[in-house]
């Protein structure tokens, strides 16, 4: 791996919001030395190697050659002409105290013009917007901000990460079927080409990783899955998994575990930052729903336990609450039954930070892809299924939703990358310590 230190990874986001504006504060305020990046894996977690009894329990940046928070350098594309300090502030997640501290540097990150159609984006509209001849030209001109960006700012290598609101829900047709009917669709402008595609296919042209913050399709098709095997590029989505998920993703196995039996899960969600007022659209809503009800699906695999599972009620709603910006509220109430039959029932009430919590995502997502790009790693990278609500996977597999197992993969494969045994918690013999 040819990873040297000080290496700059030029972090290139498309949507600077709240999720992204979240995680460049963060990552400055840690450089600083003002906060700690509670929640990154990359960061703060361990990793357990050998047997129990050799007691080697590194911390993942130590035992992985990831680039340091420091070596983090920010672009991003928006509809609107402002620069990171006047979007943090706008967004109202983070105190502005502690914006005043990073002003200077946030400052220096402005944005650059977006590929924007309302189309696609209902709810928003801007006035700093890329015009060009068709979708192919719009393309090319994502990528010559990259390279400037990169001339600049001396970069080494680059990931890009979909932080832009979520499109109108699209299912795959004809032209994302194959590269070449997708290039095609670009010279033709073909309204089944989404802004998110224009953007995924100028970073993988350039062998620039992919990941997608979004339920959009995106990176969700095979004309784009071929160039990132052409260009020998790992890509990863899709749809961050934070709040009501990410509690769905650790109950769920936990009562299946125990062979409980769930016949309702009723999800509610208040929340009233921009990603709410576009979710308020209901073709944008679909788009989110679909990726939120697959989970219970996969986990609890109604048809292999239908005494369990095969009457599980399962709705999610989500509602635009203006008043409570960024600080979501997520109701579940979900009805079990135990031993013969008997009911019960189980209320959570998360009152949760959405960006507080996608943006360790983001941090862990942009360095684990640029690990992966650098251990000759491409296409749909499954052990970073931990991240996402609808994992993606190749055709003939079901996505993996369940937590634990993507943490257990998500350490084998740090293991493998690095030569390191494979760990299976097997433990029957002493002589083992497995
Ligand atoms: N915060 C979470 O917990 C969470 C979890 C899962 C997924 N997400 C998704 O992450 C995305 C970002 O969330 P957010 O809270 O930061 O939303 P946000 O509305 O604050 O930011 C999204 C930004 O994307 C911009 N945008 C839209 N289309 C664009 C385009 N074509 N080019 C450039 N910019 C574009 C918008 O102008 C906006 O500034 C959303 O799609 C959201 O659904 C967030």
């Known amino acids: 791996m040819n ?5 700059k990874l030029g972090v290139l986001i498309p949507g600077m919001g709240s999720v992204a504006s979240t995680f460049i504060c963060g990552v400055i305020a840690c450089n600083k030395g003002l906060s700690k990046p509670i929640g990154s894996m990359t960061q703060m977690g361990s990793i357990r190697l050998g047997k129990r009894t050799e007691d080697r329990n590194p911390l993942i940046k130590d035992f992985v050659p990831t680039v340091k928070m420091e070596d983090l350098v920010f672009t991003g594309w928006d509809i609107n002409n402002e620069n990171v300090y006047d979007i943090a502030v706008r967004s109202k997640v983070l105190e502005k105290e502690l914006l005043e501290d990073l002003k200077p540097e ?75 009917a997708f290039e095609d669709g670009l010279r033709s402008n073909h309204r089944d080409i989404a ?38 590029t790992p890509i990863a989505g899709k749809d961050f998994k934070t709040g009501q998920t990410l509690m769905k993703t650790i109950l769920a196995p936990g009562l299946k575990a125990r062979q409980l039996g769930i016949n309702g899960w009723f999800s509610t969600n ?76 189980i209320k959570v009430d998360f009152l949760c930070r959405d960006s507080i919590l996608a943006a360790p995502i983001v941090l862990d997502l942009v360095l684990f892809l640029d690990l992966a790009k650098k251990s000759n790693m491409s296409g749909i990278q499954e052990w970073l299924s931990f991240y996402f609500k609808s994992p993606m996977c190749l055709p003939k597999l079901h996505p993996e939703h369940d937590l634990f197992v993507q943490l257990a993969k998500l350490k084998n494969t740090l293991r493998h990358i690095m030569g390191e045994e494979l760990i299976t918690h097997l433990g029957l013999d002493d002589s083992s310590e497995n």
């Open 106 to 180: 946030l400052q220096k990150i402005s944005v650059l013009k977006g590929v924007f159609d309302k189309e696609y984006v209902r709810r928003l509209s801007g006035d700093w917007i890329k015009s060009g001849e068709n979708k192919l030209e719009l393309a090319e001109q994502v990528m010559s901000d990259i390279e400037n960006f990169n001339k600049q700012s001396k970069v080494d290598s680059n990931v890009m990460i979909w932080c832009g609101s979520t499109e109108v829900y699209m299912e795959p047709s004809e032209i994302h079927l194959s590269l070449s």
């Open 270 to 345: 208040i929340l009233g930052n921009r990603d709410g007022e576009v979710l308020d659209d209901p073709d944008a809503f679909k788009t989110k729903e679909e990726s939120k009800l697959g989970v219970l699906d996969t986990i609890l695999e109604p048809e292999k336990n239908p005494d369990l599972y095969a009457d599980l009620y399962h709705k999610v709603r989500i509602n635009y609450y203006p008043p409570r910006g960024d600080d979501k509220e997520g109701w579940d109430n979900i009805d079990i039954f135990g031993w013969l039959g008997y009911p019960m029932q």
């Open 195 to 232: 802004p998110s595609m224009i953007y995924a296919y100028a970073a993988l042209k350039m062998g620039i990783p992919f990941a997608n913050g979004a339920p959009n399709l995106t990176v969700d098709i095979p004309a784009l899955q071929e160039l990132a095997k052409e260009t020998n």
């Open 3 to 7: 990873h040297k230190d000080g290496s």
